[in-house]
């Protein structure tokens, strides 16, 4: 009888109600997966490249007097994900031109146009100004996640609705070897083809970091990097300060610390100090011993100065560093420097951008082609723009076409002069 009742009460507490506790945690992924579905958007970049003939051709037809035949255009489309952060305003994890044409795709079908507002050349971000009503906001986090820390994103899917994915943060503060990216997340979650600028959210649906790259699936690892918070952030407020004046463009500048730094793998000491400079006015001096950067102990000078090549104008990096009267944590806002060229951020070495590029076949039919090396052909044709005339050229680009056509010219030029010369020897010779 009392084993019995025994199991009657097990299988009674195992079929009772979760507390309440349990239920709103069980419950916050759900409001963030729909808060994220009512932010995402498809963004879709038109490419218009015009076809070029061999140099060979168009000499030999302008020689003959043959009307040249002007090749049709032909648009790259490449599809990716973005999210609204403020309102009519979106961020996407990919560079866009200032003559490209963008559309976005809410789920369901509305399209909206979208300009560009500025370009991060170090972070890889866009910010795109838009039309769309319907988008709700994503609040930034204002601080950054934790190991740990369980994190959802949700990419894009054309009209359908975005599709999200549960995770953790595996490791934060991730510099990748050969690739002068910002520091990043590296999450443990599930992507998609159009996973590239998809947001890093946390249970209250506030953005932690947005997609950048995954591992190559060569590498059977499966781990997915994101772009912190804070450089959305940078791109939000240097729009804000523009305060509409052109497309606002971020280089890559070289962070200057204001220090020299000597020593050996005993010890790395401050040699020189720049007057007024970060490292100055932070408090370091001359003669101090560095310990440790951002919590990492070191033993060489190299050790001390790797970090710093990761981070932009503005970012901090803490010194730990010793002195007579003990050990003190110094925090240095690193000044500005020389601009530095843009990186190619679809050539990250062991790393891919998952998203589509979108053309068409000889024969007419569309096909999809992602960074993974996968290409499958499209049942249906895409989603058709509604002005479908090409945009006029601008200045820079009218300027590279007389370049080019006065390049064609003194080609034809020089090939008559070797003409007029060799006949002229042919005379000589009779």
Same mark, same amino acid.
């Given at each position: 009888?009392?084993?019995?009742?025994?199991?009657?009460?097990?299988?009674?507490?195992?079929?009772?109600?979760?507390?309440?506790?349990?239920?709103?945690?069980?419950?916050?992924?759900?409001?963030?997966?729909?808060?994220?579905?009512?932010?995402?958007?498809?963004?879709?970049?038109?490419?218009?490249?015009?076809?070029?003939?061999?140099?060979?051709?168009?000499?030999?037809?302008?020689?003959?007097?043959?009307?040249?035949?002007?090749?049709?255009?032909?648009?790259?489309?490449?599809?990716?994900?973005?999210?609204?952060?403020?309102?009519?305003?979106?961020?996407?994890?990919?560079?866009?031109?200032?003559? *490209?044409?963008?559309?976005?795709?809410?789920?369901?079908?509305?399209?909206?146009?979208?300009?560009?507002?500025?370009?991060?050349?170090?972070?890889?971000?866009?910010?795109?100004?838009?039309?769309?009503?319907?988008?709700?906001?994503?609040?930034?986090?204002?601080?950054?996640?934790?190991?740990?820390?369980?994190?959802?994103?949700?990419?894009?899917?054309?009209?359908?609705?975005?599709?999200?994915?549960?995770?953790?943060?595996?490791?934060?503060?991730?510099?990748?070897?050969?690739?002068?990216?910002?520091?990043?997340?590296?999450? *443990?979650?599930?992507?998609?083809?159009?996973?590239?600028?998809?947001?890093?959210?946390?249970?209250?649906?506030?953005?932690?970091?947005?997609?950048?790259?995954?591992?190559?699936?060569?590498?059977?690892?499966?781990?997915?990097?994101?772009?912190?918070?804070?450089?959305?952030?940078?791109?939000?407020?240097?729009?804000?300060?523009?305060?509409?004046?052109?497309?606002?463009?971020?280089?890559?500048?070289?962070?200057?610390?204001?220090?020299?730094?000597?020593?050996?793998?005993?010890?790395?000491?401050?040699?020189?100090?720049?007057?007024?400079?970060?490292?100055?006015?932070?408090?370091?001096?001359?003669?101090?011993?560095?310990?440790?950067?951002?919590?990492?102990?070191?033993?060489?000078?190299?050790?001390?100065?790797?970090?710093?090549?990761?981070?932009?104008?503005?970012?901090?990096?803490?010194?730990?560093?010793?002195?007579?009267?003990?050990?003190?944590?110094?925090?240095?806002?690193?000044?500005?420097?020389?601009?530095?060229?843009?990186?190619?951020?679809?050539?990250?070495?062991?790393?891919?951008?998952?998203?589509?590029?979108?053309?068409?076949?000889?024969?007419?039919?569309?096909?999809?082609?992602?960074?993974?090396?996968?290409?499958?052909?499209?049942?249906?044709?895409?989603?058709?723009?509604?002005?479908?005339?090409?945009?006029?050229?601008?200045?820079?680009?009218?300027?590279?076409?007389?370049?080019?056509?006065?390049?064609?010219?003194?080609?034809?030029?020089?090939?008559?002069?070797?003409?007029?010369?060799?006949?002229?020897?042919?005379?000589?010779?009779?």
């Amino acid at each position: 009888m009392t084993r019995t009742f025994l199991i009657f009460a097990l299988l009674l507490a195992a079929s009772a109600p979760l507390p309440l506790c349990a239920q709103q945690a069980t419950g916050d992924w759900k409001g963030a997966a729909a808060k994220l579905q009512q932010s995402v958007v498809t963004v879709r970049i038109r490419r218009m490249e015009a076809a070029k003939p061999a140099a060979e051709e168009k000499a030999a037809d302008e020689l003959s007097g043959k009307e040249e035949t002007k090749p049709a255009p032909q648009a790259s489309v490449m599809v990716c994900t973005g999210f609204c952060v403020s309102p009519n305003k979106v961020v996407t994890a990919t560079l866009v031109a200032s003559d *490209d044409r963008v559309r976005l795709t809410l789920a369901g079908g509305v399209q909206s146009d979208a300009k560009l507002l500025a370009v991060d050349e170090y972070s890889g971000l866009s910010l795109l100004g838009c039309e769309g009503k319907e988008l709700t906001p994503l609040k930034l986090a204002a601080d950054a996640p934790d190991v740990g820390e369980q994190v959802m994103t949700g990419a894009a899917w054309g009209v359908d609705r975005p599709i999200v994915s549960v995770g953790i943060v595996g490791a934060v503060e991730r510099t990748l070897t050969g690739l002068l990216l910002p520091p990043l997340l590296q999450c *443990d979650l599930r992507t998609v083809e159009t996973s590239s600028g998809s947001p890093l959210a946390n249970r209250a649906a506030e953005v932690l970091g947005i997609i950048l790259a995954i591992d190559e699936p060569v590498a059977q690892r499966g781990w997915t990097y994101a772009v912190p918070a804070s450089h959305i952030s940078r791109l939000v407020r240097s729009v804000e300060a523009a305060n509409g004046n052109g497309v606002v463009v971020l280089k890559r500048r070289r962070p200057v610390v204001g220090m020299v730094l000597d020593g050996n793998e005993e010890m790395v000491l401050v040699q020189r100090i720049t007057a007024g400079g970060p490292a100055d006015k932070a408090g370091l001096k001359v003669g101090d011993r560095i310990v440790a950067v951002n919590g990492v102990l070191i033993r060489s000078t190299y050790q001390a100065v790797l970090p710093t090549m990761y981070k932009q104008p503005g970012d901090t990096i803490r010194y730990r560093v010793e002195r007579d009267a003990g050990e003190i944590e110094l925090t240095i806002t690193l000044g500005g420097g020389v601009e530095l060229p843009q990186l190619p951020h679809n050539q990250l070495g062991q790393l891919i951008l998952p998203r589509v590029e979108v053309g068409r076949s000889a024969d007419g039919n569309y096909f999809a082609q992602s960074s993974r090396g996968h290409v499958r052909e499209l049942a249906v044709p895409l989603p058709a723009d509604k002005d479908k005339e090409p945009l006029p050229p601008t200045a820079e680009q009218k300027i590279d076409l007389l370049i080019k056509s006065l390049e064609r010219y003194q080609a034809v030029i020089d090939h008559q002069q070797r003409e007029i010369k060799s006949l002229r020897e042919e005379l000589k010779k009779k």
